[in-house]
């Protein structure tokens, strides 16, 4: 603590107490934060990027093997496809729910009635347990559909969309979206409430169209908005588990299975340092996405 | 900003709202029916499933095996809550969650108020200034990456119970968290607290009295990320919770996916145990709620 006190130089807003050394106090108000953190997140991190480099099953002995984990990674099918399921997955939803909560944002802002009550009903997804609204729509998909099928005829729905490897994924989309787009349709209200009324005032008096008012106008001043969902969407997506296991469970066979599925089930199959590779990749791809945010949202700092 | 003006369409009705905000030219308009109409069917897709689990819930174990989940339940029966109290062991599971939830929310709020009240009153000096960073830096770590040695050290230190998991969450919850602290104690001016260090107040005291009344708006935003993530989260407790006995409401119900799958109304009844406080609470805060997602989401 003293040589931190004599090496920072008290620069910048100089505060008239502490000058010399910090209160003690201060310390006790960082300090379990920085511990607790340390012991929860950054020793399992580097104890998972350790054991990527070994040849670890979980228990017992273990070996260093260099690079063997991340060369069989890039040549297993399994993983590849957890990756392609998941980003096509993601880019999928990231759209469907930014289109729809878009819309749904315009028309809450507009002119209704019952606004009250629909901004209620449409943000209660937000609250419900994904694993739980996973097994509702579960039941939905694979009884109430096929019997609504059998009753009127239609052959295609007679199937559950669940049991379909072509299609599961639909599903998926479905529930991820239902429960998502409370989050972003809210950003979106604020967005749209930001946009001052005289601008549409001032387009009104110059003749534009209802149409003309949404593209030119509302458009590009929730631009910022637009990013905002669509990263943070994006990010959350990735990690995708709890509605995909109430749904499929990576099923059928492993075709809806996420790269968060994969890292959990390598723990339960015995290789451990081989998903921690994984696990690495994983994390790096994490950082460069949310580079990509910062290097997106700084120069948006309007907001 | 944002928050005031989501809340102020919030008045109770629309006759609220209509003297404030727009122009009197503006609200002259008609109301737009074809944007309410599609606005109610939309609603009907958000309604279905959750008029689904309440008519299953309330079925008789021989009405909700039909196939029709949208019939309505006659008789009325309630064997579907007796056994899925008994089934899940309810008073237990909403024990833990009530545990895992109110422990995660409190520990997350103090700790991320007291880190950035440190941190920002101390910006001059440098550690003060990297642990901002360091703590920062775990919004780009997703859980699953550091997940399995988790479940390891957690094992490891006897903390695979929902301790463990009020531990982690608060962690994972923490640099949102300080994240919006910190944006909030900067606008908060320096010559609030000196009148009260004049006096005599030490700085643990200031903190109380002063600081953390008012931080209530942010910690309220905090609070309701943690609870959400809490409540309802069930990757984290399912994989840290060793014993099944001390298992939160979210994973219990995945008891109903293997054994008892045909006692639709016995599932459903459960369901709706499991997700009716959080709506509940809900209804009874959501200007909260809508208002505290908004600020976290726009500042995160």
Known sequence: MSTTTTT???????????????????????????????????????????FSFTDSIGVGDWNFNGLTNYIALFSDPAILQSYLFTFGFSVVTVIVVNVIAFLLAVGLTSRIRFMVGLRTVFVIPMVISGIIIAYVFNFLFS???????????????????????????????????WQAIPGTLLIYIAGLLS???????????????????????????????????????????????????????????????????SIIAGFNGGDYGYQMANATIFFVVAILISLLQLSLTRGRNAL | ???????????????????????????????????????????????LPLYVTLSMAFKSTGQAVDGNPFSLPAPLSFDGFVQAWKLTTFPVGAGVSLFVTAGTVILTIVLSAFTS????????????????????????????????????????????NPVGVILL?????????????????????????????????????TFWRIIFPLLAPMSATVGIFAFLYAWNDFMMPSLIISDPALQTLPV?????????????????????????????????????????????????
């Open chain 1, 8 to 50: 920072a130089p008290a620069k910048g807003r100089t505060e008239q107490r502490g000058r010399r050394r910090v209160e003690p106090i201060y310390w006790f108000f960082l300090l379990p934060s920085l511990i607790l953190f340390t012991l929860a997140i950054t020793v399992p991190g580097v104890i998972g990027i350790t």
């Open chain 2, 252 to 300: 219990r119900q995945n008891l109903f996916q293997t054994q008892f799958s045909n006692n639709y109304n016995v599932s459903f009844a459960s369901y709706l145990m499991a997700m009716a406080p959080a709506i509940v609470a809900y209804l009874f805060t959501q200007r909260w709620v809508m208002a505290g997602v908004t600020q976290g989401a726009v500042k995160g």
């Open chain 2, 117 to 160: 009240y440190a941190i920002v009153r101390n910006w001059d000096r440098k550690v003060f200034r990297y642990s901002f960073f360091y703590l920062l830096a775990a919004m780009f770590i997703p859980f699953p990456v550091v997940a399995l040695p988790q479940i390891q050290l957690t094992g490891l230190v006897h903390l695979d």
């Open chain 2, 1 to 47: 900003m944002s928050t005031q003006t989501l809340l102020t369409p919030e008045a109770p009705t629309s006759r609220g709202a209509r003297g404030r905000g727009l122009s009197s030219r503006f609200r002259m308009e008609r109301v737009n029916w074809p944007a309410t109409v599609l606005l109610l069917l939309c609603a009907v897709t958000v309604l």
């Open chain 2, 169 to 205: 969450a608060s962690m994972f919850q923490l640099s949102f968290s300080v994240l919006l602290f910190t944006a909030f104690l900067r606008s908060i001016p320096l010559e609030l607290e000196e009148s009260a260090r004049i006096d005599g107040a030490s700085t643990w005291s």
């Open chain 1, 195 to 261: 946009v001052p009324g005289d601008v549409y005032e001032a387009a009104d008096l110059d003749g534009a169209s209802r149409t003309q008012r949404l593209l030119r106008i509302t458009m590009p001043l929730v631009a910022g908005y637009v990013v905002i969902n669509v990263i943070l969407g994006f990010k959350g997506f990735l990690n995708a588990y709890d509605i995909i296991k109430g749904l499929t469970d990576g099923g059928p066979g492993t075709s809806t299975r996420s790269i968060a599925m």
């Open chain 1, 143 to 177: 009884n109430s559909l096929p019997a609504l099928g059998e009753a009127t005829g239609a052959s295609w729905l007679q199937t559950s969309l669940l049991a379909n490897p072509d299609l599961a994924w639909v599903a998926i989309v479905i529930v991820t979206a």
